[in-house]
Every structure is written in C-alpha cells, then in structure tokens.
Nanobody
Framework: QVQLVESGGGLVQAGGSLRLSCVAS????????LGWYRQAPGKERELVAQ???????NYPDSVKGRFTISRDSAKNTVYLQMNSLKPEDTAVFYC?????????WGQGTQVTVSS
C-alpha cells in the first residue's frame, strides 16, 4: 500500500520559514517525479515545486527564490523548504508522486502565515 505522509505545517509569521516533509512508503521517491502543491480556500490546487527523477527542479514565479524542493532517497522523503513566507502562501500543502502509470497524493498539511 502506497502512502505519502506530510508534516511540518503550522502557523508562522510573515517573513518566517517552515520546512515540510513528505515521507513515502510503498514506493521509492527516487523512481518518481515529486511535486508539492497547495490549495487555498476557494482556489484551485496549484503546483509550487517539482523535482524530477534526474534531480531537475521547477518552480512557478510566485515562489521562485523562496521555496526549495529536495529529496533524500535514503530516508525516502521529499522536503519543501519555505522561506520569506507571505500571508498569500496560506494553504493546505500536498505532496504528489507522479509515476508512469500511477500518481499518489498525500493527505495534506496546513500552512498559515499571519501578517
């Protein structure tokens, strides 16, 4: 059974930092393209960071320079380091593993940034 379990969310003041973790079981994170997504109330879920099997990363302009995705294959974990957080970053953050045939989502972790 595949599980992705996110943690590390919480309440932080604007300008602060958080590091989210997504621990995978049942799959190897090194075999998938991994992504972090967020969904704010009333908005669609959007990609905020992606790392390919080869290690290439991709970020939208809204978070570029502030967010960093990384992968630790030994711990089977993907991370999202978020710096200089803004109130508009408030959302539920999800990790996703994209395979050739299947994709898997975590249950999400809430990030709230106060002004």
């Amino acid at each position: 059974q595949v599980q992705l379990v996110e943690s590390g969310g919480g309440l932080v003041q604007a300008g602060g930092s958080l590091r989210l973790s997504c621990v995978a079981s049942g799959i190897s994170v090194s075999a998938f393209t991994l992504g972090w997504y967020r969904q704010a109330p009333g908005k669609e879920r959007e990609l905020v960071a992606q790392i390919t099997r080869g290690g290439s990363t991709n970020y939208p302009d809204s978070v570029k320079g502030r967010f960093t995705i990384s992968r630790d294959s030994a711990k089977n974990t993907v991370y999202l380091q978020m710096n200089s957080l803004k109130p508009e970053d408030t959302a539920v953050f999800y990790c996703k593993a994209n395979g050739i045939y299947y994709s898997y989502w975590g249950q999400g972790t809430q990030v709230t940034v106060s002004s």
